[in-house]
């Protein structure tokens, strides 16, 4: 626990302007972001008496080593700043709104060629507009299925529409006219992109103009007596009208307007907020916040409404697409109402202003019928909080309660608040991997997660469980230890006020200024070091992982092992394991974590294996990587028929040259008729370096996230998130594994 006086920056060294503020913790991470109309005044506060802050203000400080600042020119800039850097950080001190569901979207993907109509969860990609979100998904197909009748679009996968495009007949949509047909070229794709966008108009809100063309034309075809035309075009209507029929009119058809509740107490609140537009409920969205910094409910919604269109920000970007433009500025609704208003208001405001392009009223409702709709948003705040709170009753106790019986079973100082364990997954030796999952403060942090392809002393694989789990933790440890050296001590004092503070793990954390400008800093995947190491197995596996850290002078993290049979709890030299008592909350916490680690190890074992059995001999080729591969094998249609052509013929597919063409036929040659056993085993020595970076040593620490591009360079790769579950690939293939 820190001293905030040995990092507190000289009085006159902070500016009077507006600007944004991060505190670091002692390994460099960003833990706090803030922003200030006057940072001098600001920064002041948090260095005053410890005893006068609140207790949450108290414990960032104290766990802060450094504070920087980026001096803004506007108080609207310093809110956008502020946004992004708490995306770019997930600061652990900041207020995190997490949705307390996965709501579904209606998304249109309009930067396509021919644009499809799907029900999409998740990050917002761009180049798509999304429609809700709704409560359920099948919410959105029925709506969807009384629209294409109206809006003959795409919904089809792109499996199905080239499978359609190669054999020139539709598929069932397109023969009971629900689908256009785009892929056998029914309609053309100009004239598609229109009727997609006419579908995104409708679902904005501008609903009345296509029922109005459709009831005009459904009176010429009677007055032509085309009677069979009008009857399909009096159907189209009634379609219209059911599909909007589902969506209450709550406000005036002009009215577009997102309607937030808020309703909480001093530690979490629940966010729920209706979006209208023309008139109708087009989607509902609900949050709920943990309070881990010391905030009014004004600023609570100040934060909510950067957290929900900032986004549209990020669309407005230079370079975006005018698709992703648009659905940015319409993202940001005419009024917004609020249940109370933020401090910054005048910011806030100039803030969605420029994001929409027009003038944006943030405003609280105080009579009539929008008073009584903020009054229908709150009483469903109510309920979401009522049923958080019957979900997770007792979880932020339950955690706690593990965490110390932990403490108290492996006598530590402290409450091991990061946890990393680690596992081992191989068949018969074969695409030996290991996986690192962490934990902090009792839960799953994904991003955080790590794989390992285990080498071995000789290149080819550890001889058993025990080497390999030596190799892992000397890898990871070696990997901290060279960051930290990287980073060096936290100086206190700015020798050079001139100069620019460092940004991360990459040099010494000082306080001081950074400029808006400055290159983000990425911290190591390895930057930061567990509380406790928690090893799968007994004590052959602790006895590995405690040697490998004794090599490396690591002296200040726990270690225990987890054995599977009786769920024994051993610690490095001891006779007798520590037995946690069956229903113990410390002992349910470790075996999450060690079936967390189990798990994401045979999903990393899974994926090396099923690469190796893929692969082929153009895969040794200097030079010819995955695309060009699929344009050879989609040219030639096999290898057999490749390697019978001429280098001629080779180099004429688009992207090869003649020496190219003269290295595949080469490899080919070489390969000659080599059973797919061999080539299978070459991939595999391959592979046994392939989270290596270009020029490592052969024991150098590489080890990708698990999520990273296929042709990125792991040591670029971005950090990971989830992963999928191992266990879905049948028993027999789970009988094969040892983990």
């Known amino acids: 626990m820190a001293d905030p006086a040995t990092y507190r920056p000289a009085p006159g060294e902070i500016p009077t302007s507006p600007g944004v503020y991060r505190f670091r913790d002692a390994h460099g991470r960003v833990i706090y972001v803030g922003k200030a109309k006057n940072l001098r005044s600001r920064l002041s506060s948090y260095f005053q008496d410890i005893a006068n802050l609140h207790h949450r203000t108290q414990t960032m400080v104290t766990t802060a080593a450094s504070v920087e600042w980026t001096v803004v020119g506007t108080e609207v800039e310093a809110l956008a700043l502020e946004y992004t850097w708490i995306k770019q950080y997930d600061p652990r001190f900041n207020v995190k709104y997490r949705d307390d569901k996965s709501y579904p979207y209606l998304a249109v993907t309009m930067s396509e060629a021919v644009p499809r109509a799907q029900v999409m969860r998740g990050a917002k990609r761009p180049g798509t507009r999304y429609f809700g979100p709704y409560g359920h998904a099948w919410a959105i197909r029925e709506t969807l299925d009384l629209l294409l009748r109206v809006f003959p679009i795409r919904t089809c996968s792109a499996g199905v529409y080239k499978r359609a495009q190669a054999s020139g007949r539709p598929c069932l949509l397109g023969y009971i006219d629900k689908c256009s047909a785009p892929c056998v070229e029914r309609i053309s794709q100009e004239d598609h992109k229109q009727l997609a966008q006419d579908f995104c108009d409708f679902m904005a809100g501008d609903t009345q103009r296509f029922v109005r063309r459709l009831e005009k034309q459904m009176q010429e075809a009677a007055a032509d007596m085309e009677y069979e035309r009008a009857a399909r075009l009096r159907d189209d209507v009634q379609a219209l009208q059911r599909a909007l029929e589902k969506n209450a009119v709550v406000l005036g058809d002009a009215t577009d307007a997102d309607v937030f509740a808020l309703v909480g107490d001093e530690l979490e609140a629940a966010v729920q907020v209706f979006h209208v537009r023309g008139g109708r409920i087009r989607g509902q969205r609900g949050w709920v916040v943990e309070k881990v910094e010391d905030v009014t409910d004004g600023e609570l919604v100040e934060h909510l409404l950067q957290q929900v269109y900032g986004s549209a920000d990020e669309g407005l970007e230079s370079g975006a697409d005018e698709a992703t433009r648009a659905a940015a500025r319409d993202a940001v609704p005419r009024e917004v109402l609020v249940p ?16 929409r392009g027009a003038r944006v009223d943030v405003r609280v409702p105080q009579r009539g019928e929008k008073r009584e709709l903020a009054e229908t948003v709150r009483k469903n705040a109510e309920h979401a909080l009522a049923l958080h709170r019957t979900r997770r009753a007792g979880d932020l106790t339950t955690r706690s309660q593990a965490l110390r019986e932990i403490q108290e079973a492996l006598g530590l100082d402290s409450a091991p608040l990061r946890i990393e364990c680690y596992d081992v997954s191989h068949t018969q030796g074969t695409y030996q991997s290991a996986s690192m999952v962490v934990f902090e403060d009792g839960l799953a942090r994904k991003s955080e997660y790590r794989s390992f392809s285990v080498r071995g002393a000789d290149g080819t694989g550890a001889r058993d469980d025990t080497e390999a789990m030596h190799e892992v933790i000397t890898r990871r440890f070696r990997r901290y230890l060279a960051d930290r050296s990287r980073a060096g001590e936290v100086e206190i004092d700015v020798e050079d006020e001139d100069a620019p503070a460092p940004t991360g793990p990459g040099g010494a954390q000082r306080s001081g200024e950074v400029t808006a400008d400055a290159p983000a800093d990425r911290p190591s995947r390895f930057a930061y070091p567990p509380n406790l190491v928690v090893v799968d197995g007994g004590p052959p596996q602790v006895e590995a992982a405690r040697r490998a850290l004794d090599e490396l002078g690591v002296t200040d993290v726990a270690l225990c092992g987890l054995a599977k049979r009786l769920e024994e709890v051993w610690l490095p030299g001891e006779d007798y394991p520590v037995i946690l008592q069956r229903s113990s909350e410390g002992l349910y916490l470790l075996q999450r974590v060690r079936d967390e680690a189990h798990r994401f190890a045979i999903t990393q074992h899974r994926r090396r294996r099923s690469k190796g059995m893929t692969a082929s001999a153009l895969d040794e080729v200097p030079g010819l990587g995955p695309a060009r591969t699929k344009a050879l094998l989609t040219h030639f249609g096999s290898v057999k028929r490749l390697k019978a052509a001429s280098v001629e013929e080779i180099a004429a597919v688009r992207g090869m040259g003649p020496a190219t063409a003269k290295a595949v036929l080469t490899a080919l040659g070489a390969a000659g008729s080599a059973a797919t ?22 024991d150098a620490p590489a080890d990708a996230p698990a999520d990273a591009p296929a042709d990125a360079p792991v040591g670029d790769a971005a950090t990971g998130g989830d992963t999928a579950g191992a266990g879905g690939s049948g028993a027999a293939e789970a009988g094969m594994l040892r983990a």
């Open 340 to 355: 109370v208003l933020p401090p910054d208001l005048e910011q806030v405001t100039a803030w969605l202003t420029g994001l």
């Open 677 to 698: 056993a061999d080539s299978a085993a070459t991939a595999d020595s391959a592979a046994s370096a392939d989270d290596a970076p270009a020029g490592a040593a052969p």
